[in-house]
């Protein structure tokens, strides 16, 4: 009810009730594995030989607090089981989306740092806000082949010029006229049209910095710290809110800042670049998952794709068991090659979800 309170993950919309209920025979029930069972396993291994305790009861004891501690207590959401679920799922059905991600990250290792790819990347973003991606890539190359340098777009007497250019994008006096201020702004402060100065700052004062400027939002921000400086960020669009909503990450009155404060502190960092990117993905195709049930780019057969998210918030942040072993395993404690790792192939009989 109140806007300003708090995600409350674990209550969900009565549309997300509805959808849990189709999956009450849920046979994973006596073999579902929390997060808090994961470690107290852990814990047990390292206790083994010792203590003076027989081993088995130590088991038992160990298993049992924890399934009473769990009985009490909500767990989390996302739980990171089910944040690494998610992931593997969606990673098996959109295999290009983490092809594409292992790419940037390629590129991210090699690239010298010649580029002034901030700049590239918050105008591009700036770009992209509020319509389609085929008409923000047709601005961006009308926009680069009429001014090739940002020093052209600061300098750039007649803004008509910029808006024509961009004009496909839609909005285009209102962008045009951002774009160039900040890059106005930036060059009498600093003597150049480039944001690569922000490189070198931490999280906050990027953050501190860009939102001085009009037209920067969160989202924005948290795609330029996760895309272009590589930082660990989960920012939260309309298909991300929607999906997380759906599983009941967060509740259904959450706004996309609230969503993104809360998931932004809970997602593990490992794997927030391929799940935010999954979800956007995974949000324009599938019939479950898009808004009104409409994708927009549905499979062009006239199918319809088995959607693998819909039981996860019948799941209340446990995951079976089963997954749990193969997610452990396609991770291990080497999140460096976790986006590698968690290719469908290491991720075998995902749940049927009809
Ligand atoms: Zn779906």
């Not at 940037?104 to 973003?125: E, L, V």
């Amino acid at each position: 009810m109140d806007a300003n309170a708090l995600p409350t993950p674990r209550r969900r919309s009565k549309r997300v009730q509805s959808t849990s209920k189709q999956s009450t025979n849920d046979d994973s029930s006596d073999n579902i594995v929390t997060p808090d069972i994961v470690q107290s396993n852990k814990r047990h291994k390292h206790m083994k030989g010792s203590t003076t305790k027989d081993t088995t009861s130590i088991k038992v004891e160990v298993v049992k607090s924890a399934i009473v501690k769990n009985a009490k207590m909500k767990v989390k959401r996302p739980s990171p089981a089910e944040s690494y679920y998610v992931t593997a799922a969606l990673s098996k059905l959109h295999p290009e989306i983490v092809d594409r991600n292992d790419e940037r990250r390629k590129k991210a290792h090699q690239s010298c740092g010649s580029q002034d790819t901030i700049t590239d990347s918050i105008m591009h973003t700036m770009l992209s806000q509020n319509t389609t991606d085929a008409n923000k890539d047709r601005a961006w190359a009308s926009l680069k082949r009429k001014f090739p340098t940002w020093d052209q777009v600061e300098s750039c007497e007649n803004l008509d010029e910029i808006e024509s250019a961009i004009k496909v994008a839609g909005l285009a006096k209102t962008r045009a006229q951002r774009m160039q201020n900040i890059l106005r702004q930036v060059k009498q402060e600093r003597g150049e049209a480039s944001l690569e100065y922000i490189r070198d700052f931490d999280d906050d004062k990027v953050k501190k910095e860009l939102s001085r400027f009009k037209g920067l939002g969160p989202k924005t921000i948290s795609c330029v710290l996760l895309f272009s400086l590589g930082r660990n960020e989960f920012p939260v669009d309309t298909h991300v809110l929607r999906i997380t909503q759906k599983m009941g990450w967060i509740s259904s009155g959450t706004n996309r800042e609230q969503a993104y404060e809360y998931l932004n502190d809970n997602i593990p960092n490992e794997i927030k670049m391929d799940l935010h990117c999954l979800l956007v993905r995974h949000g324009k195709v599938c019939h479950k998952c898009a808004a009104n049930g409409r994708p927009q780019f549905p499979p062009e057969d006239g199918s319809q794709l088995d959607c693998p998210l819909l039981k996860v918030s019948s799941w209340k942040g446990s995951v079976p068991g089963a997954f749990v072993v193969h997610l452990a395993k396609a991770y291990g404690d080497n999140t460096s090659s976790s986006a590698v790792a968690i290719k469908s192939e290491i991720v075998p009989d995902l749940p049927k979800s009809k």
